[in-house]
């Protein structure tokens, strides 16, 4: 832990806005990286450097940048705060020795910090809290973690506590060595006397920092039972050891924007945060050489390098990995600069350049090493949102899928699917936002042009009624015609069991080489019935029929087989069918009679609900939704539970759809034909 030189790899993440992107900057600022700070809204941060984000004046991707602080390098990867992001954000944390979560001091937006507390909390990766903006705002620390506490799943234990003037924050107390500081905006704070007014708080805060470390610590408690206060050092290592652990989570404060705490954060990093040896406990065993991929990105003229964090060995350019793929240049990232390094050891955040094949998560390993096995990596986000889309240009077409397969590559939380039943190519991901920017990387990096549309639901129909139908194919045409003579029956099946055809000619009234023509015939039809759909759940028995010796043919019966079903299924009482989907919502569970009500108005029907056991104080609301439903589903849910709620979905069954709703879409498919 004392090797002065340790990189130590931290990852920016928290809430939308909170000012991570900002902090990274004031942490280059600080540490002297750079002599002047840019601004998240005039488009020049070290962090928010794409296209895609300074259009957005906000944080699409992760970004990396590294700095020098007594003697430690750090490397930060800004991480996006949306939960659309959050794919990205999982994917960077698998790579990092520990997050700092940048909160705004915002008490009705803790909550939307939930899904990255539990996250941290489940892979054990360990976690401070940075109270940002702590310049504009009267609401008091320990108010804060009050509000924290029941969505964090480890105990939060402060740090510091605020002195103020008025409801302004002037400077902090650092209740680990007991001194008072005053802030000096850009320049570090100066020590000063902790005033008066501070006293009794900066006691009660000292008390909870201390019991809540002896909750992990026998001897802390029992000193503490005993009235003795331990020394700052030993108070120091208490903190670094349970953090190591992930077991508190320590809060700070301070504001990115004029530097306030930002020195002191990075002081204490160097004294709590744990080295790479904590976070190789990751590591599995017998592994000599490994890194892995915790971002990949795709440069301006089409170039691909790929984020790893070294976990063990050395890894050196030129090096051929586990499938054949040769290191073609590597870099240390600074925001969009790349500088060009030879190689990288154990404990380094370095771009890998040129591995076409490998993926964001993939672990890479030398050819001529031990395999490595798999490192751990984050389960890609359930698919929530979807566009079809289409090339704007003809020429364009064949590009699609390989361009898609390849930003799904770079961000496994995209999903490109062809869809059969409704021929459509359809872009999934986790909401607007986050398909308008893979849309305009398709377009900025790869000159793909698309057009999206919300996507088509797969509509069927099936029949109520059986009939009994006669169909004859007659053709007299110059030399010898065509002829086909067919019965047949059409019976409805039960829902899901998709399509039978049989036959019960006796006497070859129609020949056995013709039959499997009929049948052809028949599914030839069922593609589209008579309200437009594909047909399913029905049951065809070829009766009999007659043939002709020289006029038949297969083609000839097949045709037959087509007319009799186009002249039966009409008469067949058609009906269509909608897919309905089963569909686990998951929300804080003081939203889940709000989630009730929004299945209720989409058409579905609430099944159940209950805890999540592995999400204390969320709940799962089981439910069946109409897919027509469920294009927008999502919006409405982050609307209705501060951005935290998501769900899961899969199709369930068809069932079917009559009255106005079915007028409806049998009128708008009509039109589009
Ligand atoms: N007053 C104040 N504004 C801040 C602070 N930190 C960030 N901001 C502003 O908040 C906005 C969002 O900051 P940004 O760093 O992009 O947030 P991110 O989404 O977490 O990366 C920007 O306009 C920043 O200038 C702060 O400590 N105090
Ligand atoms: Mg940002």
Not at 521 to 532: M, Q
Request: with cysteine; glycine share 8%; charged share 25%.
């Amino acid at each position: 832990m004392s090797n002065s030189t340790e990189a130590l790899n931290i990852a920016l993440v928290g809430p939308y806005t909170s000012g991570k992107t900002t902090l990274l900057e004031s942490m280059l600022f600080v540490s002297g990286t750079i002599g002047r700070k840019g601004k998240v809204t005039d488009g020049n941060t070290v962090g928010d450097w794409s296209e895609e984000a300074r259009a957005r004046q906000s944080s699409v991707e992760v970004n990396t940048a590294s700095f020098s602080y007594r003697d430690r390098r750090f490397t930060v990867l800004d991480c996006p705060g949306s939960i659309e992001f959050f794919g990205e954000t999982a994917n960077a944390l698998m790579g990092v020795d520990l997050a700092i979560i940048v909160c705004t001091p915002d008490l009705a937006r803790v909550w939307t910090m939930g899904r990255l507390f539990k996250y941290l909390a489940q892979h054990e990766i360990p976690h401070v809290l940075f109270a940002n903006r702590m310049d504009e705002t009267a609401v008091r620390v320990a108010e804060l973690i009050e509000a924290v506490t029941p969505v964090s799943d480890r105990p939060l234990v402060p740090c510091q506590v605020a002195i103020r003037d008025g409801d302004q924050v002037t400077g902090y107390v650092d209740l680990v060595t007991g001194q008072a500081y005053e802030y000096r905006d850009q320049e570090g704070a100066v020590g000063v006397d902790a005033p008066e007014t501070v006293l009794e708080r900066q006691e009660d805060a000292r008390t909870q920092l201390l019991e809540s470390l002896a909750d992990f610590d026998d001897a802390l408690l029992e000193s503490l039972l005993e009235d003795e206060i331990p020394e700052t050092d030993e108070i120091r290592a208490y903190v670094r050891n349970t953090l190591a652990d992930a077991q508190v989570v320590p809060v700070m404060m301070g504001s990115a924007e004029r530097d306030w705490g930002v020195r002191r954060l990075l002081e204490s990093l160097v004294d709590f945060a744990p080295g790479g040896a904590v976070a190789a406990r990751r590591l599995p065993a017998g592994a000599d050489t490994v890194g892995q991929v915790v971002k990949t990105y795709i440069t301006q003229h089409g170039g691909k390098v790929s984020l790893a964090r070294v976990w063990a060995g050395t890894i050196e350019d030129g090096t051929v990995l586990n499938d054949g793929q040769r290191i073609g240049g590597m870099y240390r990232m600074q925001g969009q600069q790349q500088t060009k390094i030879d190689r990288a050891e154990a404990g380094e955040i370095v771009g890998l350049g040129r591995l076409e094949t490998i993926a964001t998560g993939d672990t890479v390993a030398p050819a001529d090493g031990p395999a490595a096995e798999p490192m751990p990596r984050a389960a890609p986000p359930p698919s929530v949102y979807a566009y079809s889309v289409r090339a704007s240009r003809r020429e364009d077409e064949v590009k699609v899928s390989g361009a898609m397969s390849r930003i799904a590559q770079e961000d496994p939380s995209l999903r490109f699917e062809q869809n059969p039943d409704t021929q459509e190519a359809v872009l999934w991901g986790q909401g607007e936002m986050h398909l308008k920017v893979a849309l305009d990387r398709l377009s900025s990096k790869y000159g793909l042009a698309l057009q999206t549309e919300r996507p088509k639901v797969a509509y069927k129909e099936a029949i109520r009624k059986p009939v009994a139908q006669h169909a004859r194919f007659k053709k007299q045409t110059g030399g010898h015609g065509q002829f086909g003579d067919v019965h047949i029956e059409v019976k409805p099946l039960p829902r899901g069991t998709g399509f039978e055809f049989q036959q019960k000619v006796v006497g070859g009234a129609v020949p056995r080489q013709y039959i499997p023509a009929v049948e052809a015939g028949v599914r030839d039809y069922l593609s589209s019935g008579p309200l437009g759909f594909p047909v399913v759940d029905v049951s065809v028995t070829l009766t009999d029929g007659k043939h002709h010796a020289v006029d038949s043919s297969e083609q000839a019966f097949k045709t037959a087989g087509r007319m009799a079903m186009a002249e039966a299924l009409p008469k067949c009482n058609p009906v269509l069918l909608e897919p309905i989907c089963e569909v686990r919502i998951s929300i804080p569970s003081e939203f889940t009679p709000n989630v009730q009500r929004l299945v209720t108005g989409r058409r579905g029907q609430v099944l159940g609900f209950q805890a999540r056991e592995d999400w204390s104080g969320w709940d799962e609301v089981t439910s069946q939704m109409p897919q027509a439903e469920m294009h927008d589903l999502i919006i409405e849910l982050r609307s209705l539970t501060l951005g935290v709620g998501t769900f899961e979905s899969q199709f369930d069954r068809l069932q079917e759809l009559t009255g106005r709703l079915a007028d409806d879409v049998l009128a708008a498919a009509k039109e589009e034909n």
